[in-house]
């Protein structure tokens, strides 16, 4: 198959632009829309069987997995680990029939992903693989294979696979909290209803292209930029932070709001901006208690939130920028698109190389 960028001036803007397209093929694969149900080769686990859940992955799939881990323990009641490949499969962790393990991987073929779950294989209840690639090493290795169809991903800076295999996670997520009878069914029609809802609402965030383009003519001005969030939106925060390095090479750290007070404050001066992701939820007033920590301290915060979150505390911000307003439970994916933007926009005013980073590759084979 020929692939080529079409439209588009690099692959990594042809990626972020079919993610509306690419979610909703991932959302028909797993959500039954007229039973308003998910249906997935997960199904093949009795989730109710098992007492531990550990996702491992590395890079923006580890995120991915982050993202998860707020979502299976809030929807399934299913306590969570993670853990980055390369650490996981060192230190010999304890693991039984009481665990079922998931592997994320893009390409399939990440030599510490698929040493891990080699290591989880034969002592778990079961292995799942969430791969990109279906005809690949970690998908053969598994149990039960969970494809995110996203389609060929040619950009070395993930970005429609980071959403699809949210999409991928978070179906399993409703499926677990179906099995072990944490969510009924209203809630898990009211669930998929709202991934079938992203697709619409991810195209609306991409719409507000031109506003991130010009804070990232702001941002590729810094040395060191911070991004902070809270709850699920914290994995976000670190994923925001990564697309940035990677594209950008502009030093960057993602944490978690609450703990900015404990060390990354000590950074901020005007030289540093603060990219805030907060949607309205219930920890929203939380977060604009630690922006305005950063402003007090002449921190310059760009803001990114909804409407509702714009009226409340976008009055000092430094910068807006105003998403739609969603439930909470897709904030993530949605999030995902100003985050990715702004890395992109920031490369295109570094000049850098936008679809091959400098030392970087799509899939590491070598540990
Ligand atoms: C490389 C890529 C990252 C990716 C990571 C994991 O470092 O540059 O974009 O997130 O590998 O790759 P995988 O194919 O396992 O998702």
Known sequence: VLIDKGEHRHFMAKEIHEQPTVIGHTVAAYVDAARQR????????????????????????????HVAKYWFEAIARLPVE????SEFRYREPPLSERDAAIFVSQSGETADTLAALRYAAG???????????AESSIARAADIVLPIR??????????????????????????????RGAIDAAEEARLCDLLAEAPRRIAEALTLEDGVAALAQEIARARDVL??????????????????????YIHAEGYASGEMKHGPIALIDDAVPVVVLAPTDPVFEKTVSNMQEVMARGGKVALITDANGAALAGAD???VVVLPRIDRFIAPIVYAAPAQLLAYHAALAKGTDVDQPRNLAKSVTVE
Request: glycine share 8%; net charge positive.
């Open 82 to 85: 993670i853990d980055i490949a």
């Open 38 to 65: 998910v249906v997935s080769p997960a199904e093949a686990l009795d989730f109710n069987s098992i007492d531990r859940l550990t996702l491992v992955a590395c890079g923006t799939a580890y995120y991915a997995c």
């Open 227 to 248: 991004y902070l969030g809270r709850g699920a939106m914290y994995p976000l925060a670190l994923e925001g932070a990564l697309k940035l390095k990677e594209l950008s």
């Open 317 to 319: 911000a430094w910068r």
């Open 123 to 133: 002592k778990v209840k079961s292995v799942l693989a969430v791969v990109n690639v």
């Open 150 to 179: 996203a389609g060929a991903e040619i950009g070395v800076a993930s970005t429609k696979a980071f959403t699809c295999q949210l999409v991928t996670l978070a179906t399993t997520a409703i499926l677990a909290g179906r099995q």
